[in-house]
């Protein structure tokens, strides 16, 4: 079965400007999960998307927003880049998405750098 | 609220010697799940074990094993015979289980950097 897959896989972009970054979950996996990751705040969680619906979102701007889609594959936008956006951003999909035996797959993650 | 800590920032060991890594946390839940994950070099996360709140057995993997003492609110991770492959920075996390509706958010610690050296 294929790994989670995360589209692309490193993206320069200058201030103001707006990303897309696209994550393909397991096959089955209904939920799909955001994650930044800094070298100052580590690893923060963004926000959930099961069954094309946002559950759950961290403590990030409006900036950042995302969607699922009806086939589980999800994106994020984050708007009007700023230099402290740059980061990894790691995709991760369970199957239940907070069921007893559910557990988060991480994808290889999109590295962002923001100039 | 959620937290994990992860006091040890680096370790570095000689390869085959033993390697503990430390993880505290804290919630107000009484279900909830740990899990470790390993970050090589390449950057995804790999995941390793999941522990539920309501089972303290302590198991062993292969080369890995941990222990999970709720009284101390600690899940300590152990890699045996370490080996090079074995460098790579080490997450503990946290997932709290109100209502499934609730979702799926996992709470990092710092991570924990080991360094295997031949």
């Known amino acids: 079965k294929a790994g989670v897959t995360q589209t692309p896989r490193y993206l320069i972009k200058t201030r103001g400007q707006q990303v897309t970054l696209s994550c393909s979950p397991i096959?089955?996996?209904?939920?799909v999960s955001w994650y930044q990751q800094t070298p100052g705040q580590g690893l923060q969680f963004l926000f959930e998307?099961?069954?094309?619906?946002?559950?759950n979102k961290g403590n990030f701007p409006g900036r950042f927003s995302g969607r699922q889609f009806s086939n589980s594959r999800s994106e994020m936008n984050v708007s009007t880049l700023e230099l402290g956006d740059s980061a990894l951003y790691l995709c991760?999909?369970?199957?239940?998405?907070?069921?007893?035996?559910?557990?988060?797959?991480f994808g290889p993650g999109t590295r962002l750098t923001v100039l | 609220a959620q937290k994990v800590t992860q006091a040890q920032t680096e370790i570095s060991v000689v390869e085959k010697e033993d390697v503990t890594l430390d993880c505290v946390y804290e919630?107000?839940?009484?279900?909830?799940?740990l899990f470790w994950y390993k970050q090589p070099p390449s950057g995804e996360l790999v995941f390793l074990i999941r522990r539920n709140s309501f089972d303290e057995q302590n198991e062993i993997s292969g080369r890995y094993s941990w222990n999970f003492q709720k009284s101390t609110s600690s899940f300590n991770f152990t890699i045996t015979a370490s080996q090079v492959v074995d460098s790579a920075v080490y997450f503990c996390?946290?997932?709290?289980?109100?209502?499934?509706?609730?979702?799926?958010?996992?709470?990092f610690g710092g991570g924990t950097r080991v360094l295997v050296k031949p």
């Open positions: 996390a946290l997932r709290c289980y109100v209502i499934k509706a609730a979702g799926n958010k996992l709470t």
């Open positions: 919630t107000r839940d009484t279900t909830y799940y």
């Open positions: 991760a999909s369970s199957l239940e998405g907070g069921g007893t035996t559910d557990t988060q797959y």
């Open positions: 998307y099961f069954s094309e619906t946002q559950r």
């Open positions: 096959s089955g996996h209904r939920s």
